[in-house]
């Protein structure tokens, strides 16, 4: 990988070592003067390198990750030497393209967010712990997370929390781009018609009913979401506000922050640019 991007530019490595430490390196880089960023990591080291932009400056993203749906999702190829290659060549011609990204309680997120069962299933796949490169559970883990945590209210999920201006749900996933995520080579789009020029996109369950739980689970996770009379859908949104009957899990690009009793999600649109 390294040769590959040394072909377009002069290059500096750094590692990260801790925990939020990716997003230290990027703002030191974009402070000492660098005029791009590429980040070789997974979804999470991908949100961290994003809240560490301070300025305007395009960045990369190299999948290392179990799923990296960010890259993936941008067009790269799964393998990161053949994305090395591919990002190489937009690094040479300045090839970008501007994005929106989501913000929750003042983190930025890249595709993805959610309060309660979404976040729930990402603690699930935090909990089967990662693989000695430190990669977590590859692509199928998320969808079964889902479908374990909708099993263990054993099937049945009533209205607890308020989006303000659209009523009460069970959960919330809000995204930022399709696909939300994947299962493998499959695309698992919850949301379709989010994309990354536009603002966010709502997909929240009012109810969850025994008789009904795997066809619902099915159909959120397939993107059949919209026009279903028990489902809440907003589309192109530039925020969105959920307060919850009691503290609820609250998840950025699958990291976990904790349990919150507001969440306000934000579109900042135009806000980065990627090389693709």
Known sequence: MQAELERAAELSVVLTERPRHATELVT????GGYEAVVVYSGDGGFNEALNGLTRDVPIGFLPGGGTSVLSRALGLPKNPVHAARRLADSIRTTRTRRITVGRVNGR?????????LDAEAVRRVDRMGRTDEGKRPADLAYALAVIRSLASYRGHMEPVLEVKGFGRAAFAFVANGSPYTYARRLPLPIAPEAHFEDGLDLVAPVRVRRRSLVPTALSILAGHARGRHDT??????????IVCDAPMALHADGEDL???VE?????????VSVFV
Do not use: K, N, T
């Open 258 to 260: 904790g349990d919150v």
């Open 232 to 241: 809440l859908y907003g589309h192109d949104l530039d925020r969105v506000e």
């Open 263 to 271: 969440a306000v999600f934000e579109a900042e649109r135009a806000a």
């Open 108 to 116: 930025r997120f890249a595709f993805a967010a959610g309060v309660g």
């Open 28 to 31: 030191a880089a974009i402070d």
